[in-house]
């Protein structure tokens, strides 16, 4: 797309409200656009609505009109969790208008430097740490984007010495065309969104247009140790940057001495014990090696939250950080709400809440990250995983597994191949709250003092739920009030 001035007098069709939608309506409206907002809820349910007719701007609820999509649109901005299949969306592709996400109107927007998280897991506790570690070096970060607060809005707000820290999803990454981010980060790429992209390579296409318009002036940081990311290296324009658990690097930041990779079946206290005198180092590619901190003094546990904080560094380094000012954050960041969030003890148990683990990549790395017998609770939108790689995790790690939601019986197959003779299956109710309280009760009854339990669904919430910050939110209170 071009800038957004340049649609001036001209028609832009927002589609869906909810934050990004008005706040995207709003700077096109402002500049002179001629928008209309459409959502295929009914008027009540988009509280959105009074504040952008108050404006001035259209806006349609309660169902896709024909004519929405005409030959003289110019342009349609649609909420990224809308699928291309969508009536309107099909109807502006088969007339050549341009569709496009918030972040594409937002790059062009914002006079400060971008730097672009993404990847499967782990994007919301990298994408804050990155904030934390950028304000504490004197960079005045504002962090925005799929961590909640719209892109256009930042891009709005920001000056040129500051840096606007992205959380970017698949979904808003597909639609952009000209975006390109001073520091791109790709965390991982595992099997998820797959009923939204149809199939692997649409998804991870998607995902590496993070790097597509970055010049040799830019920085891409990758995941070494993860093969679909690493092989995207060949394609980079920008300056490499890697991040790794298991190599040391020439150029970028590692764990030294490495982990070993046949080691991820270890129980959490043994790996942490054999870790012990591991350093978080970092080369510029100068052959000097420099010592950032030891991993043991990381604020979060956890060997994925390792990988995290070098991801973290590794963008803020980028981003002109200074070494020494990290440390101190990277000791007392203790995570973001949801993500393997302590919640309580109650008689000797620990109960951990990792709502935020949508699929069964981000649930396998928590059930590592702490110490063993654990007690899960899982279970959610069924997206069309057999759930079969949770197999060796469930026979090696768990003591017992309560499932709930369109994938119980899925997840409870998976239970029983593995040999797992603790399991309970709530059934299904109108009522969601109170389906999770008794996922909560049945896993209290099976853990002993020692024990964990832990929410870490495998799946989305949206079966039972509005969202994974309310299915953890019942969490907690169920949590809390044993």
């Known amino acids: 797309m071009n800038h957004p001035a340049s649609y001036k007098g001209r028609k832009v069709v927002v589609l869906g409200l909810a934050r990004s939608g008005v706040s995207v309506a709003k700077v096109f409206h402002q500049l002179g656009a001629q928008v209309t907002v459409n959502d295929k809820k009914e008027r009540e349910l988009c509280p959105e609505a009074d504040e952008l007719t108050a404006l001035g701007i259209s806006v349609l609820c309660g169902f896709h009109p024909d004519d929405l999509i005409t030959e003289d649109t110019a342009l349609l901005i649609k909420n990224p969790g809308i699928p291309y299949s969508a009536s309107p969306v099909k109807r502006a592709l088969e007339l050549d208008v341009e569709v496009i996400t918030e972040v594409e109107a937002a790059y062009w927007l914002s006079p400060a430097p971008i730097i672009g998280i993404t990847g499967s897991n782990g994007k919301t506790t990298t994408t804050t740490w990155i904030g934390k570690l950028l304000e504490a070096a004197g960079k005045e970060p504002i962090v925005a984007g799929n961590i909640g607060r719209p892109l256009c809005e930042a891009a709005l707000e920001a000056a040129e010495d500051q840096w606007i820290v992205a959380e970017l999803s698949s979904f808003q990454l597909k639609g952009t065309d000209s975006f390109r981010p001073r520091v791109a980060l790709l965390l991982n790429i595992a099997e998820t969104h797959l009923d939204y992209h149809g199939n692997m390579d649409d998804y991870v296409n998607s995902k590496a247009k993070l790097f597509d318009n970055q010049t040799a002036e830019d920085v891409a940081v990758i995941n070494w140790d993860d093969s679909e990311c690493k092989a995207l290296s060949d394609l980079l324009a920008a300056q490499l940057f890697p991040f790794s658990l298991y190599e040391r690097l020439d150029t970028g930041v590692f ?29 510029f590619g100068d052959g000097v090696k420099k010592t950032i901190l030891p991993v043991d003094e990381l604020g979060i546990p956890g060997r994925h939250n390792a990988a995290n904080a070098l991801a973290a560094i590794a963008a803020c380094l980028a981003a002109g950080a200074q070494p020494e000012r990290l440390e101190e954050p990277l000791r007392t960041f203790r995570g973001v709400e949801h993500r393997l969030e302590f919640v309580r003890e109650r008689n000797g148990v620990n109960y951990y809440n990792d709502s935020k683990a949508t699929n069964p990549a981000a649930t396998a790395m928590s059930v590592r990250s702490l110490p063993a017998p654990v007690v899960l609770i899982a279970g959610g939108l069924d997206r069309g995983s057999d759930y079969m790689e949770l197999v060796p995790l469930f026979r090696d790690r768990l003591k017992g597994l309560v499932v709930f939601g369109e994938t119980r019986e899925k997840l409870a197959r998976a239970a029983e191949l593995a040999g797992l003779s603790r399991v309970e299956i709530v059934e299904p109710s109108e009522d969601a709250e109170s389906v999770l309280q008794q996922a909560v009760k049945q896993a209290a009854a099976m853990a002993e003092q020692g024990d964990t339990v832990l929410l870490s669904p495998a799946c989305a919430s949206w079966d039972m739920f509005a969202s994974y910050e309310q299915r953890g939110r019942i969490f907690k209170d169920s949590a809390h009030t044993l």
């Open 255 to 283: 764990i030294d001495p490495p982990y070993e990779r046949h080691s991820e079946g270890l129980q959490a206290s043994e790996a942490e014990t054999a870790s012990d005198s591991r350093q978080i180092v970092y080369n």
